[in-house]
């Protein structure tokens, strides 16, 4: 049956719990911070803040992604194919089982949600995160969006195990959306059960945690939880299929909109909502792109290569292979999102491959880069239909200097990791030789860096490498690395102003390794409950 959008909105409403959908949280108090003292202020509209004495209804809404568009006007949740809406209404489906509260991040409750940390031990909260209630006024949706996948357009994707339940805007004024991931089927699951497992999840949570901590942009985690509820999963996709536990991730990102988002789209010829999607983008999301500038296409295609660019590089600096570059799963606010097969480099090389099912090795850790321009030429194939003939030839020249904004990135960050100050031409001859040693010896990715920041430049000068700077010793195994020390001394002695103890002091402070940049952030964002 059809239904009018906002009538379908309305019915699934009223549905709700006849449907045997999750129940409304009516009542939220404990969901925001108690009073500082008798004199605290209330809550601007919208807004929770530090100090609010309680709270009826979280301000947690989907309004303001549902209103700007038009929803899926088929009500009932069955896989299929959806045309000329950007969401679909549809509920978490609850687990049967007992569930549990694995682990949270105090870090995102109190300082993005605005939640005191005594929140999780509420029935109320677990049963929020775990699908099994919703905030009144939120209604949860789930996404459409197409991609490639592995280089061949794989159509309608979508929100296969994901609801949107609603837009929290915080005390600093930051936008978020909120995400539960593993929450049940959605009109996109095609083939899929809607869930997600344990293990796959603790990855998720753990590193998104982690790289927001390396300081990478990332989406946050802000709790998992565990239940009895039986999952198969075939884990090393070889027919072995086994039972697990499913879990549910509660994630957060400024926007969930991908490359993907505006792709299918465009391949359904669905312009005119294109268009309606990529102004609301630029005006939520981007604001240095003037509304009434002709060519703020142009400009948010600019500022997305760019930080692509940046974001890949970042990426590399630390080791982090995505494992699956889709556009599906690429962002447009580009942010690290949707963490499936992943992996952190240990040895250095350049076809590491955290996916298994990667046959073909496209996803390698030395090839992100230029999946990161195969994707980006895909959101400017979607875009054209929406630009002229001057902007379309400035969009491919823009696209033509991602390679060189990488390059710019990726020298300046691995600068930062030996220590090195201003510039010099044969700096990157200098990065590009130690990485061959590297891979030619399988030194340590983080550890050789880690190290190098540790040792004294008198112990380099003398290539006396003490027994527990091991990553060292095994890259003081290749014939070249004396001459290569040669090179990297003299280098150093070219920074103005520098010592040694500046060096080491400075390199230590961008490899403490996985959590990131100062002594104040080398602390575990992570707290069990």
């Not at 099912?357 to 194939?381: T, W």
Request: proline letters at 5%; charged letters at 25%; a neutral charge.
């Amino acid at each position: 049956m059809r239904w009018p959008p906002w009538l379908a909105v309305w019915l699934a409403w009223a549905w709700r719990a006849g449907a045997g959908l999750p129940a409304t949280l009516c009542s939220s108090r404990g969901l925001c911070r108690a009073p500082l003292g008798p004199n605290a202020s209330h809550p601007e509209p919208g807004r929770c803040q530090r100090g609010a004495a309680d709270l009826c209804a979280w301000p947690l809404s989907s309004e303001g992604l549902r209103d700007p568009f038009p929803i899926d006007v088929i009500q009932e949740n069955y896989v299929r194919n959806v045309r000329n809406c950007i969401f679909s209404v549809v509920y978490p489906t609850p687990f049967k089982s007992r569930v549990r509260l694995v682990a949270v991040s105090e870090e995102v409750l109190e300082n993005i949600l605005d939640l005191d940390v005594s929140v999780k031990g509420t029935s109320d909260f677990l049963q929020f995160v775990s699908g099994g209630k919703v905030i009144f006024g939120s209604i949860p949706l789930a996404h459409r969006y197409g991609g490639h996948q592995f280089g061949s357009w794989a159509g309608q994707l979508g929100d296969g195990r994901a609801h949107l339940i609603g837009i929290y805007t915080n005390r600093h004024g930051e936008r978020w959306e909120l995400q539960l991931k593993g929450s049940g089927k959605t009109p996109y699951s095609r083939n899929g059960d809607g869930r997600a497992v344990l293990r796959s999840s603790v990855r998720e949570f753990l590193c998104s945690e982690a790289m927001h901590y390396l300081g990478i942009p990332t989406s946050r985690a802000a709790s998992l939880v565990v239940s009895d509820d039986d999952v198969w999963r075939d884990q090393f996709y070889n027919g072995n299929i086994k039972k697990e536990r499913g879990a549910i991730v509660l994630r957060l990102a400024k926007s969930w909109f991908r490359i993907g988002s505006l792709e299918i789209l465009a391949h359904s010829g669905e312009l005119d909502l294109e268009r309606r999607l990529l102004e609301f983008i630029i005006q939520e999301h981007f604001p240095s792109i003037a509304m009434n500038d002709s060519n703020r296409y142009l400009e948010f295609f600019s500022t997305v290569v760019s930080e692509t660019a940046n974001l890949i590089a970042l990426w590399m600096s630390v080791g982090f292979a995505h494992g699956v570059c889709n556009t599906d799963n690429f962002s447009l606010l580009s942010i690290t999102i949707d963490y499936g097969p992943f992996g952190f480099m240990d040895s250095y090389d350049p076809n590491f491959v955290p996916n298994t099912s990667d046959d073909e090795r496209r996803y390698k850790i030395g090839n992100q880069a230029n999946v990161g321009l195969f994707n980006l030429s895909k959101l400017l194939q979607a875009l054209k239909p929406l630009l002229d003939p001057r902007q379309k030839q400035l969009a491919s020249q823009i696209l033509g200097g991602y390679g060189e904004r990488y390059y710019i990135r990726f020298t300046e960050l691995f600068k930062t990791k030996l220590g090195l100050l201003g510039e010099n031409e044969d700096d990157n001859y200098l990065i590009a030789f130690l990485l061959k040693l590297m891979e030619d010896t399988k030194a340590d990715f983080t550890m050789t860096f880690r190290q190098l920041s540790e040792i004294t430049e008198d112990q380099l000068k003398e290539l006396h490498i003490p027994e527990e700077f091991w990553a060292l010793q095994d890259l003081g195994k290749h014939k070249l690395f004396s001459e290569w020390v040669t090179m990297y001394r003299l280098r150093l002695n070219r920074n103005k102003g520098d010592s040694d103890t500046k060096r080491r002091t400075r390199m230590t402070t961008c490899e403490c390794v996985y959590l990131h940049c100062s002594e104040e952030h080398c602390s575990s964002p992570v707290m069990n409950p």
